[in-house]
């Protein structure tokens, strides 16, 4: 019974040797491994077991070095005041077609630019803030008036007293010269208005050759008797009278009745013919006559002026803050205009930054800046400082908008940067050259409040405490002079323990 049961184990065994080795192996390695354990230790376990540093001084050397103390900001590269451009139709007759004059976009609109051709005519740039409202003739007056008058005068065209706001005949005058200028006939009033002067002419004349005859008409009403009528009624009155003489001398009653009723009569018609006449009806055709040629003069000189050049109001644009750059065009030539026809703003590039009320209370306007520009610094100055608008139903904010004009840019330059937000360094103050400087940690105050170092000869834990006068502090350094001039470049001062 034993010897079988001692068979049955060493079968047992031999038939799966490999498991029993496997076993075995896997047990000897589980101890080996928990012995191990025991004794591998990890890095942040050696550094939580060991035993803390002795104490020391942290000391950095003294530096030489120039000091900034600068405003940095975020700016947006951008085309200042953009506006939308529209153009006066309302006194077209047909459809306002553009048929040509159409700008490129960044094209550059200057004083007697052609902004764009509708209907064949010229829509002529010129400087002012007031829209256009109506035409401008001979004879108008107003602030348009005077704002375009300011414009030719802007052009180099003579349009008479600038301080007047009437539309003159020197003011038509200058139109002409304008749209000679740009290339372009001036508007005048065409064959209706010639036809107008010529009728109003003709009226003229006849009305002149009616005055010329009741005038004389006048005259002769009015004018004495002549000498021959004179002469003649005397002759008639002395004849009447010697006939009455003889009479008398011969006697006869008869004959010196009827001499006394012939020089009664001979005096009478002298009277008659030599009275002055009647000329009321005369002058009153005078009055007449003048009046009408009074009227034919003004209906004449309104006629002229209306043949004089105007400016339509379809054919001028203002624009604040000239030169101007084309930003983005919306119509095409052939296209029928419906609302804006493009979009403009200033020609030259200005970055704008926003800064908080502390740090624009550092800048000034005409202080230099520096542009961190995709090919490299570039120099640029400040052109405004001012507070930011708040948007509408908005409260104010406290910042401020910082425009900057760079220097002059290429073309290339311009194109790179325009519509990217660029990193703005305003230099606010500086010191003149290498100083020393510490950090400000190194800085300490005395019992009095004065500053102060800890020197540190040679490293050495003997420090010493050195007072100093401090200047500008930027950067996290501070400038420093020793009261007793014993500290240099690379002497080792105490920032910590």
């Given at each position: 019974?034993?010897?079988s ?10 038939g ?13 390695a589980?101890v ?15 550094a939580?077991d ?22 940095t900001m975020?700016g947006d590269a ?15 007759a047909?459809?306002?077609?553009v ?17 764009l ?18 035409t401008?003739r ?5 602030p ?7 414009g ?11 301080d ?6 020197q ?6 010269a304008?749209?000679?200028k740009?290339?372009?006939?001036a ?9 107008a002067v ?5 009226g003229?004349t ?5 005055v ?8 002769t009403?009015?004018?004495a ?13 002395r ?6 003489a003889l009479a ?27 009275a002055?006449?009647d000329?009321s009806?005369?002058?009153a055709?005078?009055?007449?006559a003048?009046?009408e040629?009074?009227?034919a ?11 004089l050049a105007?400016l ?12 101007r ?15 804006p026809?493009?979009r ?12 908080t009320?502390?740090d624009?209370a550092?800048?000034?306007v ?5 542009l ?10 400040i052109?405004s400082?001012?507070?930011?608008e708040p ?11 910082v425009l ?9 330059q ?19 050259g290498d100083?020393?400087a510490?950090?400000l ?5 005395g019992?009095?409040g ?29 400038e ?17 323990r």
């Amino acid at each position: 019974m034993t010897r079988s049961r001692s068979q049955g184990w060493r079968r047992l065994f031999a038939g799966n040797r490999v498991i029993w080795v496997m076993a075995t192996v896997a047990i000897v390695a589980l101890v080996a491994g928990l012995g191990l354990g025991q004794l591998i230790v990890s890095p942040g376990q050696a550094a939580a077991d060991a035993d803390a540093p002795a104490g020391g001084l942290i000391t950095v050397p003294i530096e030489n070095r120039q000091l900034a103390n600068d405003v940095t900001m975020r700016g947006d590269a951008t085309y200042a005041d953009s506006v939308e451009v529209s153009i006066e139709t309302g006194e077209l007759a047909g459809a306002p077609i553009v048929t040509g004059q159409v700008p490129e976009v960044a094209a550059i609109f200057d004083t007697a630019s052609i902004a764009l051709e509708v209907t064949g005519r010229p829509v002529i740039v010129l400087p002012g803030d007031l829209p256009v409202y109506r035409t401008l003739r001979v004879g108008v007056s107003g602030p348009d008036v005077l704002q375009f008058k300011q414009g030719l005068n802007a052009a180099g065209i003579d349009a008479g007293a600038l301080d007047s706001d009437v539309f003159d005949a020197q003011t038509a005058s200058a139109v002409t010269a304008l749209y000679a200028k740009v290339g372009y006939p001036a508007p005048t009033g065409g064959t209706d208005v010639t036809t107008a002067v010529s009728g109003a002419e003709a009226g003229v004349t006849s009305a002149q050759a009616s005055v010329d005859s009741a005038a004389g008409a006048l005259t002769t009403v009015q004018s004495a008797a002549s000498n021959v009528d004179v002469v003649e009624q005397g002759n008639l009155v002395r004849s009447a009278e010697r006939a009455l003489a003889l009479a008398r001398t011969e006697g006869i009653p008869n004959a010196i009745a009827d001499a006394e009723e012939a020089v009664t009569l001979a005096i009478a018609t002298r009277d008659k013919v030599l009275a002055p006449r009647d000329a009321s009806a005369e002058k009153a055709a005078v009055t007449a006559a003048k009046a009408e040629l009074t009227r034919a003069n003004e209906t004449l000189s309104d006629a002229r002026d209306g043949a004089l050049a105007y400016l339509p109001a379809g054919e001028v644009l203002y624009l604040p803050g000239l030169p101007r750059r084309v930003d983005e065009i919306s119509v095409k030539r052939g296209s029928s205009i419906t609302g804006p026809v493009m979009r403009v703003s200033g020609a030259t590039l200005v970055i704008s930054g926003s800064a908080t009320a502390s740090d624009a209370a550092l800048l000034e306007v005409g202080a230099p800046a520096i542009l961190a520009m995709p090919d490299g610094d570039q120099p640029a100055t400040i052109s405004s400082v001012l507070p930011a608008e708040p948007a509408s139903g908005e409260t104010a904010s406290g910042r401020f908008t910082v425009l900057f004009a760079p220097d002059a840019l290429t073309d290339e330059q311009i194109q790179a940067v325009q519509g990217s937000n660029v990193r703005v360094r305003v230099p606010v103050s500086s010191t003149e050259g290498d100083v020393l400087a510490v950090p400000l940690a190194a800085l300490t105050a005395g019992p009095g409040g004065e500053s102060r170092v800890e020197f540190a000869p040679g490293g050495s834990a003997d420090t010493v405490l050195v007072e100093v006068m401090t200047g500008l502090a930027a950067e996290g350094f501070v400038e420093i002079t020793a009261v007793d001039g014993s500290l240099g470049v690379g002497d080792l001062v105490v920032v910590g323990r």
